[in-house]
Protein backbone atom coordinates (compact mmCIF):
# COMPACT_ATOMS: atom_id res chain seq x y z
CA UNK A 1 0.00 0.00 0.00
CA UNK A 2 1.20 3.55 -1.06
CA UNK A 3 1.55 5.91 2.20
CA UNK A 4 -0.85 8.61 2.11
CA UNK A 5 -2.81 6.92 -0.21
CA UNK A 6 -6.48 6.29 0.40
CA UNK A 7 -7.64 2.49 0.35
CA UNK A 8 -10.90 1.64 1.17
CA UNK A 9 -12.25 -2.01 2.84
CA UNK A 10 -15.10 -4.05 2.82
CA UNK A 11 -15.98 -6.95 5.27
CA UNK A 12 -19.00 -8.74 5.32
CA UNK A 13 -20.29 -11.50 8.22
CA UNK A 14 -23.02 -14.51 7.86
CA UNK A 15 -24.19 -16.19 11.00
CA UNK A 16 -25.79 -19.72 10.83
CA UNK A 17 -29.33 -18.66 10.26
CA UNK A 18 -28.28 -17.15 7.07
CA UNK A 19 -28.37 -13.38 8.42
CA UNK A 20 -25.63 -11.29 6.73
CA UNK A 21 -24.05 -7.76 7.60
CA UNK A 22 -21.92 -5.83 5.28
CA UNK A 23 -19.52 -2.75 6.67
CA UNK A 24 -17.35 -0.29 4.25
CA UNK A 25 -14.60 1.74 5.59
CA UNK A 26 -11.49 3.36 3.95
CA UNK A 27 -8.10 4.67 5.79
CA UNK A 28 -5.18 6.45 4.65
CA UNK A 29 -1.82 4.50 5.85
CA UNK A 30 0.89 7.05 7.38
CA UNK A 31 3.92 5.87 7.64
CA UNK A 32 5.98 9.18 7.94
CA UNK A 33 6.52 12.70 8.52
CA UNK A 34 7.87 15.15 5.97
CA UNK A 35 9.34 18.18 6.02
CA UNK A 36 9.36 20.56 3.50
CA UNK A 37 13.01 22.36 2.05
CA UNK A 38 13.86 25.05 4.41
CA UNK A 39 14.66 28.43 2.92
CA UNK A 40 17.01 30.44 4.68
CA UNK A 41 16.99 34.05 3.94
CA UNK A 42 18.40 37.49 5.53
CA UNK A 43 21.62 35.68 4.93
CA UNK A 44 24.29 35.79 2.06
CA UNK A 45 24.55 33.36 -1.03
CA UNK A 46 26.57 31.18 0.75
CA UNK A 47 24.21 31.76 4.10
CA UNK A 48 26.52 33.77 6.29
CA UNK A 49 25.47 36.72 8.40
CA UNK A 50 27.23 38.89 11.01
CA UNK A 51 24.17 39.54 13.87
CA UNK A 52 26.21 41.49 15.89
CA UNK A 53 27.47 44.27 14.21
CA UNK A 54 24.68 46.56 14.27
CA UNK A 55 24.42 47.69 11.21
CA UNK A 56 20.78 46.04 10.26
CA UNK A 57 22.11 44.22 7.56
CA UNK A 58 22.61 40.32 7.29
CA UNK A 59 21.57 40.77 11.27
CA UNK A 60 18.94 38.00 11.32
CA UNK A 61 18.70 34.90 9.91
CA UNK A 62 15.34 33.77 8.92
CA UNK A 63 14.18 30.08 8.56
CA UNK A 64 10.58 29.22 6.52
CA UNK A 65 9.67 25.50 6.35
CA UNK A 66 6.11 24.02 5.59
CA UNK A 67 4.78 20.54 6.93
CA UNK A 68 1.49 19.30 5.19
CA UNK A 69 0.28 17.42 8.54
CA UNK A 70 -0.10 18.25 12.07
CA UNK A 71 3.07 17.42 14.32
CA UNK A 72 4.38 17.93 17.44
CA UNK A 73 7.68 20.59 16.60
CA UNK A 74 10.56 21.55 18.22
CA UNK A 75 13.24 23.35 16.99
CA UNK A 76 16.66 24.06 18.47
CA UNK A 77 19.96 25.98 17.37
CA UNK A 78 23.21 23.78 17.58
CA UNK A 79 26.57 23.77 17.15
CA UNK A 80 28.45 21.71 14.41
CA UNK A 81 29.32 18.89 16.71
CA UNK A 82 25.72 19.17 18.31
CA UNK A 83 25.97 21.59 21.26
CA UNK A 84 22.82 23.15 21.91
CA UNK A 85 22.96 26.89 21.51
CA UNK A 86 19.19 27.83 22.19
CA UNK A 87 15.60 26.93 21.39
CA UNK A 88 13.58 28.71 18.96
CA UNK A 89 10.29 26.61 19.23
CA UNK A 90 9.89 24.43 22.30
CA UNK A 91 8.10 21.70 21.63
CA UNK A 92 4.65 22.14 20.89
CA UNK A 93 1.54 20.91 18.71
CA UNK A 94 1.46 22.84 15.51
CA UNK A 95 -0.67 22.59 12.37
CA UNK A 96 0.30 21.75 9.37
CA UNK A 97 1.37 24.83 7.46
CA UNK A 98 4.10 27.12 6.56
CA UNK A 99 6.14 28.35 9.58
CA UNK A 100 8.78 30.90 9.77
CA UNK A 101 11.76 31.70 12.96
CA UNK A 102 14.35 34.34 13.07
CA UNK A 103 18.01 33.76 15.32
CA UNK A 104 19.75 37.00 15.70
CA UNK A 105 22.94 35.05 17.00
CA UNK A 106 22.17 34.97 20.33
CA UNK A 107 22.59 31.83 22.65
CA UNK A 108 20.17 31.02 25.50
CA UNK A 109 22.15 33.04 27.81
CA UNK A 110 21.39 36.16 25.88
CA UNK A 111 25.17 36.50 24.81
CA UNK A 112 26.08 36.86 21.17
CA UNK A 113 27.99 33.30 19.70
CA UNK A 114 31.40 33.60 18.45
CA UNK A 115 31.86 32.87 14.53
CA UNK A 116 31.24 29.64 13.07
CA UNK A 117 28.93 27.39 11.52
CA UNK A 118 25.44 26.46 13.20
CA UNK A 119 22.29 24.91 12.45
CA UNK A 120 18.60 24.97 12.63
CA UNK A 121 17.42 21.39 14.43
CA UNK A 122 14.14 20.99 13.47
CA UNK A 123 12.36 17.66 14.78
CA UNK A 124 9.01 16.34 13.86
CA UNK A 125 6.58 13.75 15.12
CA UNK A 126 2.79 13.17 14.12
CA UNK A 127 0.25 11.43 15.79
CA UNK A 128 1.19 7.94 14.79
CA UNK A 129 4.94 8.53 16.23
CA UNK A 130 6.63 8.80 12.90
CA UNK A 131 9.64 10.98 13.04
CA UNK A 132 11.76 13.34 10.95
CA UNK A 133 14.80 15.59 11.73
CA UNK A 134 16.17 17.92 9.25
CA UNK A 135 18.86 20.20 9.81
CA UNK A 136 20.43 23.49 7.75
CA UNK A 137 22.97 25.15 8.34
CA UNK A 138 24.05 29.49 8.51
CA UNK A 139 27.29 30.94 9.18
CA UNK A 140 28.19 33.57 12.20
CA UNK A 141 30.94 35.93 10.52
CA UNK A 142 30.95 39.40 13.01
CA UNK A 143 34.68 40.03 12.21
CA UNK A 144 35.99 42.68 10.12
CA UNK A 145 39.05 42.55 7.77
CA UNK A 146 42.20 42.85 8.98
CA UNK A 147 43.13 46.70 7.11
CA UNK A 148 46.77 48.54 7.38
CA UNK A 149 48.84 51.11 6.13
CA UNK A 150 52.28 50.12 6.35
CA UNK A 151 54.00 52.79 4.59
CA UNK A 152 53.75 55.92 4.65
CA UNK A 153 53.75 56.09 8.17
CA UNK A 154 51.59 58.78 10.07
CA UNK A 155 53.34 62.13 10.56
CA UNK A 156 56.36 61.68 7.51
CA UNK A 157 57.28 64.84 5.93
CA UNK A 158 60.08 63.55 3.97
CA UNK A 159 59.19 62.56 0.18
CA UNK A 160 60.39 62.81 -2.67
CA UNK A 161 57.70 63.16 -5.92
CA UNK A 162 56.30 59.41 -5.59
CA UNK A 163 54.98 58.17 -2.90
CA UNK A 164 54.41 54.32 -2.67
CA UNK A 165 51.76 53.64 -0.18
CA UNK A 166 52.16 49.82 0.98
CA UNK A 167 49.27 48.16 2.90
CA UNK A 168 47.67 44.68 4.12
CA UNK A 169 43.93 44.07 3.63
CA UNK A 170 43.03 40.53 4.42
CA UNK A 171 39.89 38.61 5.30
CA UNK A 172 38.57 35.18 4.36
CA UNK A 173 34.86 37.21 2.73
CA UNK A 174 36.66 40.41 1.37
CA UNK A 175 34.29 42.50 -1.07
CA UNK A 176 36.10 45.54 -1.81
CA UNK A 177 38.77 47.73 -0.29
CA UNK A 178 39.01 51.38 -1.53
CA UNK A 179 41.94 53.92 -1.01
CA UNK A 180 41.66 57.36 -0.45
CA UNK A 181 43.60 60.62 -0.38
CA UNK A 182 42.40 63.92 1.06
CA UNK A 183 43.86 67.40 2.10
CA UNK A 184 43.78 68.40 5.75
CA UNK A 185 43.09 66.37 9.21
CA UNK A 186 39.97 66.70 8.26
CA UNK A 187 39.22 66.04 4.66
CA UNK A 188 35.51 67.22 3.31
CA UNK A 189 36.28 65.85 -0.41
CA UNK A 190 38.22 62.74 -0.94
CA UNK A 191 40.03 61.15 -3.88
CA UNK A 192 39.76 57.72 -5.02
CA UNK A 193 43.26 56.30 -5.49
CA UNK A 194 42.47 52.38 -6.00
CA UNK A 195 40.37 49.46 -4.73
CA UNK A 196 40.46 46.11 -5.02
CA UNK A 197 38.79 42.98 -4.13
CA UNK A 198 41.18 40.33 -3.31
CA UNK A 199 43.24 40.38 -0.02
CA UNK A 200 46.54 41.59 0.14
CA UNK A 201 49.74 41.74 2.53
CA UNK A 202 52.42 44.48 2.65
CA UNK A 203 51.58 45.46 -1.10
CA UNK A 204 51.82 48.41 -2.92
CA UNK A 205 48.86 49.88 -2.83
CA UNK A 206 49.24 53.16 -5.11
CA UNK A 207 52.18 55.62 -6.33
CA UNK A 208 51.26 58.94 -5.54
CA UNK A 209 52.56 61.83 -7.70
CA UNK A 210 52.69 64.11 -4.76
CA UNK A 211 54.60 66.81 -7.05
CA UNK A 212 51.29 68.95 -7.05
CA UNK A 213 50.98 68.47 -3.36
CA UNK A 214 51.83 70.86 -0.23
CA UNK A 215 51.19 69.81 3.23
CA UNK A 216 48.98 68.04 5.62
CA UNK A 217 47.18 65.18 3.72
CA UNK A 218 45.10 62.08 5.14
CA UNK A 219 45.45 58.52 3.67
CA UNK A 220 42.24 56.30 4.72
CA UNK A 221 41.96 52.60 3.79
CA UNK A 222 38.34 50.89 3.99
CA UNK A 223 37.08 47.28 3.20
CA UNK A 224 34.51 45.94 3.66
CA UNK A 225 33.16 41.77 3.25
CA UNK A 226 30.75 39.73 2.45
CA UNK A 227 28.44 40.48 5.04
CA UNK A 228 29.00 44.23 5.47
CA UNK A 229 31.93 43.95 8.41
CA UNK A 230 33.96 47.16 7.73
CA UNK A 231 37.48 47.79 8.79
CA UNK A 232 38.75 51.39 7.97
CA UNK A 233 42.79 52.97 9.40
CA UNK A 234 43.53 56.20 8.12
CA UNK A 235 47.51 57.86 7.90
CA UNK A 236 48.06 61.65 8.13
CA UNK A 237 51.31 62.68 6.22
CA UNK A 238 52.90 66.03 5.69
CA UNK A 239 54.29 66.92 1.95
CA UNK A 240 56.66 69.55 1.82
CA UNK A 241 57.14 71.60 -0.85
CA UNK A 242 60.58 71.00 -1.82
CA UNK A 243 60.29 67.38 -2.61
CA UNK A 244 63.67 64.79 -2.54
CA UNK A 245 65.34 64.24 -5.41
CA UNK A 246 66.37 60.52 -4.38
CA UNK A 247 67.51 59.18 -7.80
CA UNK A 248 70.27 61.92 -9.58
CA UNK A 249 72.82 61.96 -11.95
CA UNK A 250 71.50 59.15 -14.13
CA UNK A 251 73.36 58.12 -17.22
CA UNK A 252 72.65 55.18 -19.96
CA UNK A 253 75.53 54.30 -21.84
CA UNK A 254 75.33 53.42 -24.63
CA UNK A 255 71.60 54.47 -25.08
CA UNK A 256 71.21 51.92 -28.18
CA UNK A 257 72.19 48.64 -28.03
CA UNK A 258 70.90 45.02 -29.85
CA UNK A 259 71.01 41.90 -27.03
CA UNK A 260 71.00 39.61 -30.30
CA UNK A 261 74.18 37.43 -28.96
CA UNK A 262 76.17 38.69 -32.22
CA UNK A 263 78.32 39.78 -29.02
CA UNK A 264 78.44 43.37 -30.59
CA UNK A 265 76.63 46.32 -28.49
CA UNK A 266 74.83 43.57 -26.85
CA UNK A 267 74.99 45.45 -23.22
CA UNK A 268 74.51 48.63 -21.74
CA UNK A 269 75.43 50.38 -18.47
CA UNK A 270 72.94 52.28 -16.19
CA UNK A 271 74.97 54.62 -13.70
CA UNK A 272 73.07 56.69 -10.94
CA UNK A 273 73.65 58.74 -7.73
CA UNK A 274 71.43 58.19 -4.64
CA UNK A 275 70.32 61.15 -2.24
CA UNK A 276 70.14 58.81 0.93
CA UNK A 277 69.83 55.78 1.64
CA UNK A 278 66.89 52.80 0.17
Request: proline share 3%; glycine share 8%; hydrophobic share 35%.
Amino acid sequence: LADEEETHTHMSAEDLGGFTVCDDTSFFLDTAVRIGTIDVSGVSEDQVFSPLNADTVYDKAEFSYEIAENVFTKIDMVERNGTFVKTLHPQSFDLAGRRTFTWNGIDKDGTGVLDGDYYLDISATDVCHNFEEKKVKVTVDNTPPVVAIVTPTGGESAFGRFIDIVGTITDERLHEYTLYLGEGAAPAEWRKLASGSKSVTNQALYTLDAGELIGLYTIRLSAADAVKNTAEVVVQIIIPEEKIQLVTDVVVQPQAFSPNGDQVSDTTTLRYSLADQA
